[in-house]
């Protein structure tokens, strides 16, 4: 049974910070990316915040590029994201993303999800 942890939302005012973790834990073989994903109120759909591979490379959305940076505890199986000037429409449920070998498949798992609002 693969698990992800989220923690570290809440709520911040404009141009304020927030560091979101992620903690994968259960019996898997590798992983292969881990990311965020964000759905904001009134949106059906989750949109791609920011992935890292097994490699070290990454990928933003337009809309955070120079803003949000994601980075990897390999050791701990964690992500972090850490969310620079935020805006009110950054405002969604954040959900950990990770695609992960559990042999001899691939699979996708997702967190819970964690608020994060934006707000004077």
């Known amino acids: 049974q693969v698990q992800l942890v989220e923690s570290g939302g809440g709520l911040v005012q404009p141009g304020g910070s927030l560091r979101l973790s992620c903690a994968a834990s259960?019996?898997?073989?590798?992983?292969?990316?881990m990311g965020w994903y964000r759905q904001a109120p009134g949106k059906q759909q989750r949109e791609l915040v920011a992935i890292i591979r097994s490699g070290s490379s990454t990928e933003y959305a337009d809309s955070v590029k120079g803003r949000f940076t994601i980075s990897s505890d390999n050791a701990k199986n964690t992500v972090h994201l850490q969310m620079n000037s935020l805006k009110p429409e950054d405002t969604a449920v954040y959900y950990c993303?990770?695609?992960?070998?559990?042999?001899?498949?691939?699979?996708?798992?997702w967190g819970q999800g964690t608020q994060v609002t934006v707000s004077s």
């Open positions: 993303n990770a695609h992960m070998v559990v042999h001899p498949r691939r699979y996708a798992y």
């Open positions: 259960g019996s898997f073989s590798s992983i292969d990316a």
